[in-house]
């Protein structure tokens, strides 16, 4: 469209173009082959992030990603194709516009196994329990007062439950650790 010996339009067209615009025709063209593997010296350059948005109509990984993503109307292959071409930039891209949203997506890799694995703990012995003597354990919503008072509750604390001091038998154990890994098996859509 831009070349003058074929035809000529004026700016005014091109802006008028753009602001219609309802896609891009890529190029077939392979940036990484398949079987490219990195050297230990390998650094990647810095993706010149401008360029790459104009190129490709994308992500612009200079504005928060999140809303962008949420706001697209990209085709699925379109999408799939994207995602596999290596970008890199300095920092990690923002997900979230304001900063007080920002701070939570830096956390350090060990707050998550810190609050997550007591939680992950106290269900798996609560299931073990469960398998060891049913009806044995508190459901989640019992207060810790009605714990410790029994008022108002079905729980009587002492019976043949945590407070008799029931302990989780191998039998439990296997089966909780069964229903644990069978639950995480991906199911194929």
């Not at 809303?67 to 920092?91: A, D, G, I, T």
């Not at 106290?122 to 919503?141: D, K, Y």
Request: glycine share 6%; aromatic share 12%.
């Amino acid at each position: 469209m831009a070349d003058k010996s074929e035809h000529e339009h004026s700016d005014s067209a091109y802006e008028m173009l753009n602001e219609y615009v309802i896609g891009r025709l890529g190029s077939d063209a392979v940036v990484v082959s398949d079987d490219w593997v990195a050297t230990d010296d390998f650094h990647p350059d810095d993706t010149d992030t401008a360029a790459d948005f104009e190129k490709a109509q994308f992500l612009d990984l200079r504005k928060p990603l999140l809303r962008q993503v949420w706001e697209s109307n990209f085709s699925k292959s379109f999408y799939l194709q994207q995602v596999h071409q290596p970008r890199h930039v300095k920092e990690s891209a923002r997900l979230f516009g304001p900063d007080y949203l920002e701070v939570f997506t830096k956390t350090a890799w060990y707050v998550i196994p810190i609050i997550w694995i007591p939680i992950a703990s106290a269900l798996f012995v609560r299931a073990a329990m469960q398998f060891s003597a049913p009806g044995s354990v508190p459901p989640l919503t019992t207060t810790a007062r009605t714990l410790i008072t029994g008022a108002n509750s079905t729980y009587t604390p002492g019976f043949a439950g945590i407070n008799a001091g029931v302990g989780i038998t191998n039998a439990a154990l296997a089966k909780t650790t069964a229903c644990f890994l069978l639950g995480n098996v991906p199911v194929p859509h």
